[in-house]
Nanobody, 121 residues
Framework: QVQLEESGGGLVQAGDSLRLACTAS????????LGWFRQAPGEERKFVAA????????WYDDAVKGRFTISRGEDKNTVNLQMNMLESEDTGVYYC??????????????WGKGTRVTVSS
């Protein structure tokens, strides 16, 4: 069993930055991805960014490339998501997820409870 604990999120203005963190505890396998999905109101949950735990490779959705950076913490089961130049389209509930591949919601095995990010324009 794996638990995912998220922190961060909040209300910011467009152009601001936020940092999310997620720590996984339990049986975490290195062939998994640990990362983030987000869900805007009325939409499906979509991939944002992830780290492949075997080789630390990083993966991003095109919508966030160049603005978001995902990295592993000193605790290797922690990932941080630095979100810069936030846009109103980034608003949603951000969920930490463990699983895959592929990097789609149905392939994730574990989910955090979610943290809300609201970007006002």
């Amino acid at each position: 069993q794996v638990q995912l604990e998220e922190s961060g999120g909040g209300l910011v203005q467009a152009g601001d930055s936020l940092r999310l963190a997620c720590t996984a505890s339990g049986r975490v396998f290195t062939n998994n991805f640990l990362g983030w999905f987000r869900q805007a109101p009325g939409e499906e949950r979509k991939f944002v960014a992830a780290v492949q735990l075997f080789d630390d490779s990083t993966w991003y959705d095109d919508a966030v490339k160049g603005r978001f950076t995902i990295s592993r913490g000193e605790d290797k089961n922690t990932v941080n998501l630095q979100m810069n130049m936030l846009e109103s389209e980034d608003t949603g509930v951000y969920y930490c997820a463990l699983g895959g591949p592929p990097l789609v919601a149905y392939a994730m095995d574990y989910w955090g409870k979610g943290t809300r990010v609201t970007v006002s324009s």
